[in-house]
Structures are given as C-alpha cells and as structure tokens.
C-alpha cells in the first residue's frame, strides 16, 4: 500500500537548514587555511601603496583599463535605467489613482440630485 500523503518538512524548517548551512560554508571558505599564517611581521607602508606609484594599464583587463571603466559605465546605465523604470511605474500608478479619484467624485456628484431638481420632483411619501 503506497501512502500518498507523506510528511514533508515546512517550509520554515528548509530555510533554516538552507541558511545555517550558507552560514557554515561562508565562515568555512573565508577563514584562511591554519598554514598561510603570517609570522606577525608586516612591512610598514607596503600595504598600501602611495599614490601615483602603479603601473598604467597595459592590457584591456588590467586595473582601471577599459574593460573596468566599460563595466562601471554600464553599471551605470543599468542602475540610472532601474531608477527610471521604477520612477514611471510609480508615476503612472499615482495618474491611474488620481483617474479613478476624478471619475469616482464625478460619479458621487452625478448621483446627487441638486436642490432645484428636488423641488420639482414629489416626495415618495406624500403628505398623510
């Protein structure tokens, strides 16, 4: 007899696995292997390098050759083009709000009789 309806973990219970085990492989993979310990001493002023003493790029994958500065433009553009997406669904979600405030308030106004034509109108209760 085959069961059908076999127990499944939540939902709830999969993303604490999932999380605690990127946790794990996270701390795993940034720790540095007990053998590449330095032995305490570091030049002084090597760390950092002064200003203007690199090299110029050479090549089109060097640091800051065209390939970087092609990247950052197009991060660029990326990031300007998300924010005007975002900035034209915004604007056109409030004109659609403010449409249906209009045509709501005109279908209320229109609904209303004005007080010239209650007067000629008889009441539905007449007078007893």
């Known amino acids: 007899m085959v069961r059908t309806d076999e127990r499944r973990p939540s939902s ?3 993303r604490i696995v999932a999380a605690s085990l990127i946790a794990v492989l996270l701390v795993l993979s940034v720790s540095p292997p007990a053998g ?4 305490g001493e570091s030049p002084v002023g090597e760390i950092i390098p002064k200003p203007n003493s690199g090299e110029e790029p050479e090549e089109s994958g060097d ?4 390939l970087q500065v092609g990247l950052l433009g197009l991060i660029a553009v990326v990031i300007t083009g998300i924010g005007l997406h975002i900035a034209r ?3 056109g979600v409030r004109e659609a709000r403010l449409d249906r405030a209009e ?3 005109a279908e209320r106004a229109a609904a209303q009789p004005t ?3 209650q ?3 008889p009441s539905k209760n007449p007078a007893r």
């Open 12 to 14: 709830g219970v999969l």
């Open 36 to 39: 590449a310990q330095d032995s």
């Open 63 to 66: 640091r800051g050759g065209s």
């Open 89 to 91: 669904q915004a604007h």
């Open 103 to 105: 045509r709501a308030a």
């Open 115 to 117: 007080s010239a034509s």
């Open 119 to 121: 007067a000629d109108t």
